[in-house]
């Protein structure tokens, strides 16, 4: 067949690639894709691309995680201060719709948008379009992705990657024929651009992003240029530069064409005018042009192979920090992954692909997120919309947190850097955000939606917009829940600089904010926020749906766990006794967790919990996960009314939704629940047919999580829950194999983290430790917990071990139980405890009795 690719057929593998089938770590098909999410992701934590695997067309889809839209716009509203207490009265009063229609008035503009930057084509010519045989893959071992097929009887291979320590991206490709490579290269946008060749074989785009991208369909102007091409926008060019190895290149006024070469390499660099968070990127922004040829003349120094070790070395230091095995299918695992993702519902036991999945989050993870670079946002770094989903921005009332609940414990504990840094360009317009709106003076506060400009301002367009909702946008608690993650980074690497020169000044800031956003609740007497929201959930009482009250749960939650942090870290420092004292008072006074009638941990101010409420957030349990308030160890009644809430919200749900109850049901030491959650989110979703947003989460074929849309955060949460079945050290003690379930019958973990910067291996057989190791980078006292009782080869047992304020306990905090409720079991099994002293740089050998 001839001129038409037809990509419906079942491409012929045999043994084409017989080692391939039975690899561990890659993601392959027997077929090009033909949706987005059947391409395969690469990324250096700045440039993006998916990659297709086309036979007579192939595409690379790019992005830059800096291309956003607009400019800095703080979007601060001075009415803020004139609202509020009228909100608050409406709220004390219990007028919560006309407290809804106040808060309206005190909104700012919706986010920018994150943009996609171009595509770069090849087109080949084959006499035969139809390959006689065909193979890609994605190799997490190495993040290189590969092509490779036969076509008129000749096996052509292409072979690309995009590497951190060159700072660009590159393709390889051969043939096993020689003057056999025929192919036409073109680079296009869908920005406005102009692409245009330069010397004989370097191909430019130069682009241009709009202004202003719109949030709703209603909104006049979708898509807005500024009609000043030096005016505000984003400027941006690429530059793919072709090398080839015999043949020759010839230049058209838009396009390379590559004639009967023996191999060809092509160097590919990019960049953006961004600036800084608050500069403007058109009218201030840097020259892009500089940035992408120092890149590609840097990168052209070197050889395709060379380049290559170099990126794997660099990829491989953070990769192989961890390993997983939970057994393998060996029928299964000879099966392309989509194949394998529609079997698991009737082969659960491929254990293989659940261990591909988690390590593919590693590997979204390390291609994202790298120190230096801006934090990943719901799409990571990758998406083909220029009006993607919720604009593929910061959504930081649980998305853009869960991105990072992996980086610690799955021992990627730098890629955590790039949310610090964009916390300090949060406490500056927070700061502001916070005087303007609410005419406090300390402290720093972010709401519900940020971007590449570091907005703090709550979104909904101000009042114009009817479907703005104040159950999502009168939200200003992430600054002190992105605090929660500098504690923890302190936790896992006891970095007391980190902790006093970058953690301290950003927790405090978020701390003092909240002091003064925390009110006396005539009433109770108790310190609460008012106005509250359970994030985009709305309480139902007698009928009708209100959007805002008073302390929500997961508002005292997150507040009570950052003064904890602080009280704990201002003694660590020994600094600000006064301000210490200040949290303790306050925290005292916080406005107390309640367990309702149904012997559920109340989600409102009041007993208003809906037992028949599916929503897809249950923000209330963020003191059992992410937090540590609530345990099975010092809270079980807590740790019991948290489970009736999970059972009533039921399982299925959206991905990332999914993703955060596999963790609630590990640190409930419930595998099996955990377990059937994560099964279940394997439900294969095909891109290729309609469904629904917010309709039940699954699996795309390239393993990214279906929200859906395809949502980053699902993939990063459900690695984070994994790792948590495995390894807990959030409750003062280590436990190994808190929540192991079943079907993981056999298997061994080796290098995920504990707090108190301790290294975990872990191996189990017939469901039981069989072995276990723990390396103490920092020395100090260790208590473990184990499901049996066990020895320590290297160390004593000892009853005077000093506490390791690094295995931190949050304590009890209080609550208050309706006494009609009654409470589900829990599993309150405390195992054996064993604490022993260890030394800085010593490996502890762990055996079974």
């Known amino acids: ?150 076509v008129d009887g000749i096996t052509y291979t292409r072979e690309t990657f995009i590497s951190h320590p060159s700072k660009i991206m590159m393709i390889r490709i ?16 869908k920005l406005h651009f102009g692409t245009k060749t330069e010397g004989k074989d370097l191909l430019v785009l130069r682009g241009k992003a709009p202004k202003q991208v719109a ?93 290559e070790k170099i990126h794997v070395a660099d990829y491989r230091s953070l990769f192989d920090r961890v390993t997983l095995d939970l057994g393998e299918n060996t029928i299964t695992a000879k099966l392309p992954t989509d194949e394998r993702l529609k079997k698991f519902t009737s082969s659960p036991d491929d254990h293989g692909l659940t261990v591909l999945y988690y390590q593919f989050g590693r590997y979204l993870m390390i291609a994202s997120t790298r120190p230096g670079s801006r934090p990943t946002n719901l799409q990571g770094i990758w998406n083909d919309a220029v009006q993607p989903p919720w604009g593929s921005n910061y959504t930081t009332n649980i998305n853009t947190e869960m991105n990072y609940w992996l980086a610690e414990n799955t021992n990627l504990s730098e890629c955590h850097q790039p949310l610090f840094d964009f916390m300090k360009e949060l406490a500056v317009n927070g700061a502001v955000t916070a005087k303007t709106n609410y005419g406090i003076n300390e402290g720093w506060v972010t709401h519900h939606n940020s971007d590449l400009w570091a907005k703090t301002s709550p979104p909904g367009g101000y009042d114009w917009d009817p479907r703005a909702a104040p159950r999502w946008s009168a939200w200003p608690m992430a600054g002190a829940w992105f605090s929660t993650h500098l504690w923890e980074h302190y936790l896992f690497t006891g970095d007391k600089n980190f902790l006093k020169e970058e953690a301290y000044p950003l927790m405090k800031g978020a701390a003092q904010f909240m002091l003064h956003w925390l009110i006396n609740d005539p009433e109770s007497g108790y310190l609460i926020t008012n106005p509250s929201t359970s994030p985009e959930n709305t309480i139902k009482i007698k009928g009708k749906e209100y959007e805002m009250a008073m302390a929500g749960t997961m508002d005292m939650s997150i507040i009570r766990e950052l003064f904890t942090a602080l009280i704990k870290t201002t003694g660590v420092l020994n600094v600000d006794a006064a301000f210490r004292e200040q949290l303790v008072k306050a925290k005292e006074k916080l406005y107390p967790f309640h367990i309702g009638r149904n012997g559920q941990l109340q989600e409102w101010f009041k007993d208003w919990d809906d037992p028949n409420d599916k929503h897809r957030h249950i923000s209330h349990l963020f003191g059992l996960y992410p937090g540590s308030q609530l345990t099975l160890n010092n809270t079980p009644e807590l740790a019991a009314a948290a489970k009736e809430s999970l059972i009533e919200r039921g399982d299925v749900s959206t991905g990332w939704s999914m993703a955060w109850k596999i963790n609630w049901w590990a640190r409930l030491h419930d595998g099996e629940h955990a377990y059937k959650i994560l099964s279940t989110a394997f439900a294969f979703i095909d891109p290729t047919k309609e469904k629904a947003q917010m309709s039940g989460g699954g699996t795309y074929p390239n393993l990214f999580d279906a929200h859906p849309p395809f949502q980053i955060d699902g993939n990063f949460g459900a690695t984070a829950g994994i790792t948590e079945m495995l390894l807990q050290s959030h409750d003062g003690q280590i436990s190994l194999l808190p929540a192991l379930p079943t079907a993981w019958k056999n298997g061994f973990v080796k290098g995920i983290k504990a707090r108190g910067n301790f290294t975990i291996d872990i191996n189990w057989k017939d469901g039981k430790l069989s072995r276990g190791k723990i390396v103490s980078l920092l020395g100090g006292s260790c208590r473990l917990r184990t499901n049996e009782p066990v020895r320590i080869v290297e160390a004593r047992a000892t009853a005077d071990a000093a506490a390791n304020e690094l295995q931190t306990v949050y304590g009890k905090p209080p609550y208050e139980k309706n006494t009609n409720a009654k409470l589900v079991e829990i599993n309150n099994s405390k195992g054996y405890i064993i604490d022993f002293k260890t030394e800085k740089g010593k490996t502890y050998t762990i055996i079974p009795f």
């Open 174 to 189: 051969t043939a096993d024929k020689k003057a056999s490579i025929h192919f036409i290269t073109s680079l296009t946008s």
């Open 1 to 150: 067949m001839k001129n038409k690719l037809i990509t419906s057929i079942i491409f012929c593998v045999g043994s084409f690639f017989a080692s391939a089938q039975t690899a561990d770590l890659k993601l392959w098909y027997n077929r090009p894709a033909k949706a987005w999410e059947e391409a395969l992701p690469l990324g250096n934590a700045k440039t993006g691309a998916m990659v297709f695997g086309g036979v007579v067309t192939e595409r690379f889809q790019l992005n830059d995680n800096t291309l956003w839209s607009g400019f800095p716009n703080p979007g601060n509203n001075p009415d803020g201060k004139t609202f509020l207490p009228q909100v608050r009265k409406q709220v004390f009063a219990g007028n919560y719709d006309s407290a809804t229609t106040l808060w309206r008035k005190m909104q700012g503009p919706y986010s920018a948008r994150y943009l996609p930057l171009a595509d770069l084509w090849l087109k080949f010519t084959y006499r035969d379009t139809t390959p006689a045989k065909y193979y890609r893959d994605l190799d997490l071992n190495n993040a290189t992705a590969t092509v490779k097929y036969t």
């Open 215 to 307: 949030n709703r369909s209603s909104e006049a102007i979708q898509v807005g240029y500024d009609e000043n091409p030096n005016g505000e926008g984003m400027n941006f060019v690429v530059y793919a530069k072709i090398v080839n190895e015999g043949g020759s290149i010839q230049q058209t006024t838009d396009q390379l064409e590559v004639k009967n070469a023996d191999a060809v390499t092509i160097y590919l660099s990019e960049a953006t005018s961004f600036n800084g968070f608050d500069k403007s990127p058109g009218l201030a922004g840097k020259d892009p042009v500089k940035e992408a040829t120092a890149n590609l003349q840097n990168a052209m120094k070197r050889s395709f192979a060379d380049a």
